[in-house]
């Protein structure tokens, strides 16, 4: 029998970097651990997450780095005050029953004063097969869930737009289309939800848009107790 549920603690990384013995840099990591490690679907979510920590420490050094250095060195000629970029990578469990496993990473740069950039990123395991689920899974065969979830996050915007509640840009129909990534979703109690990055339908101020279809709902199936075979 597999896996129902999957225990996990933190694991932390963090590293600095400087120019001239002066910080400009500094990146903190937390990412899942499954606790204990002693099972092959354990072991290769923990490898999964180890080298996610991996690529985001190189991600910072290869291109947070040398803007930051570059930032550095016009501040010191220019008599202003010395920048120090920062960047954080953390998670969130979201989901964790019926032999699936959901979170989100998400990774907050803080480079030039008023600049934060979020980046979210989506994970949904199988806990008996050890692998990522794809979101056609939860759905029937053959069911349009693309155009069911675009137009549900399109009636949310309007909704949204007619409280007052958020703004989105002009032409938010046409970006939905554009920046749909059927990867960028996670489950929750509640539903499946999905997301779009940063600044592609909205301005800053809104975050990462999300949006939640309940389940039962467009074809949407009910993961727990257990998901049926797509």
Request: aromatic fraction near 12%; glycine fraction near 6%; hydrophobic fraction near 35%.
């Amino acid at each position: 029998m597999g896996k129902t549920q999957l225990h996990t603690q933190p694991f932390a990384a963090e590293r600095e970097w400087t120019v001239e013995g002066i910080p400009v840099l500094a990146a903190s990591v937390s990412l899942p651990r499954p606790e204990p490690l002693s099972d092959k679907v354990s072991r290769r979510i923990h490898r999964y997450y180890q080298l996610q920590c991996r690529s985001y420490l190189r991600y910072c050094e290869r291109w947070l780095l040398p803007q930051a250095e570059a930032e550095y060195r016009a501040a010191l000629a220019a008599s202003a005050p010395l920048p120090c970029f920062r960047a954080e990578l953390a998670y969130r469990v979201t989901y964790n029953e019926g032999g699936l496993w959901s979170l989100y990473t998400q990774s907050r740069e803080v480079t030039l004063p008023g600049q934060t950039l979020v980046t979210r990123r989506g994970d949904t395991w199988d806990l008996a097969a050890g692998y990522p689920v794809p979101l056609s899974s939860f759905f029937p065969p053959r069911s349009p869930w693309k155009r069911r979830l675009l137009a549900l996050a399109a009636a949310e915007i309007q909704r949204q737009e007619a409280a007052g509640a958020a703004r989105y840009h002009d032409g938010w129909r046409r970006e939905l289309r554009r920046h749909f990534n059927p990867q960028n979703f996670y489950l929750t109690a509640e539903g499946l939800t999905f997301f779009f990055p940063m600044y592609a339908i909205a301005p800053a101020a809104e975050g990462v848009p999300t949006f939640t279809l309940p389940y039962g709902s467009g074809g949407l199936r009910d993961p727990s107790p257990e998901m049926p075979p797509a």
